[in-house]
């Protein structure tokens, strides 16, 4: 079965200081992908990126850079320089690899409420 | 804007009641899928349909039920509604395995059960 654990709960920080979200993973599917949602306090989910199990590539976009590292099993996120704007619930999800109808159901983990404090 | 329209955004009922919450999926996705956001349970996935036919199922209730129709647009029924019903209900469409893009959410729909 497939889990996906963020032992972070709550995380403060005060603004443009760096923080990291925490994701670890389990799946026995050799094909897989991992993805980062944002769920601000409006409560809509927004996507923030994909990866696939074959893609161990860090990537950085604007202030948001993930670290995705097979060897532990974890996918971790860390925005630089935050803002409070960045307040916001964030889910790491993982589905199996696609199949013939499409991407598979997400799993998602508890998710960690992030507070940038002025 | 995800393209993924939910309709209605807020619905409050009773106990006992049945309910219908509607999903137009983005343009040019072929599949729907329902989860359920609550305090207790987090996110979960409840039930994906691919062109009209169910193709996979979670955790969702025997009260509950869905459907994808020809225009793709998916309703999602809960009925003999209960207290613990009162959620966040999303639905996420995405396109075919051709596609490099993933699922995108709407807006959802909050549900209160009183």
């Known amino acids: 079965a497939q889990k996906v654990t963020q032992a972070q709960t709550e995380i403060s920080v005060v603004e443009k200081e760096d923080v990291t979200l925490d994701c670890v993973y389990e799946t026995r599917d050799t094909t897989y992908y991992l993805f980062w949602y944002k769920q601000p306090p409006s409560g809509e989910l927004v996507f923030l990126i994909r990866?696939?199990?074959?893609?161990?590539q860090n990537e950085i976009s604007g202030r948001y850079s993930w670290n995705f590292q097979k060897s532990t099993s974890s996918f971790n996120f860390t925005i630089t320089a935050s803002q409070v704007v960045d307040s916001a619930v964030y889910f790491c999800?993982?589905?199996?690899?696609?199949?013939?109808?499409?991407?598979?159901?997400?799993?998602f983990g508890t998710g960690t409420r992030l507070t940038i404090i002025p | 804007d995800s393209g993924v329209t939910q309709t209605p955004k807020h619905l409050i009922t009773a106990t006992g009641q049945r309910v219908t919450l509607r999903c137009s999926p983005r343009s040019g996705d072929l599949s729907v899928y329902w989860y359920q956001q609550s305090l207790d349970q987090g996110l979960q996935f409840l039930i994906q349909y691919y062109n009209g036919e169910e193709r996979a199922k979670g955790n969702i209730l025997e009260r509950f039920s869905a459907q994808q129709f020809p225009d793709l647009h998916s309703e999602l029924n809960l009925s003999s509604l209960e207290l613990g019903d009162s959620a966040l209900y999303f639905c996420?469409?995405?396109?075919?395995?051709?596609?490099?893009?993933?699922?995108?959410f709407g807006d959802g729909t909050r549900l209160s059960i009183l």
């Open positions: 996420a469409s995405s396109a075919d395995r051709n596609s490099n893009q993933p699922q995108h």
């Open positions: 990866r696939n199990s074959f893609d161990e």
């Open positions: 999800a993982l589905s199996e690899a696609m199949s013939n109808f499409g991407n598979e159901k997400l799993t």
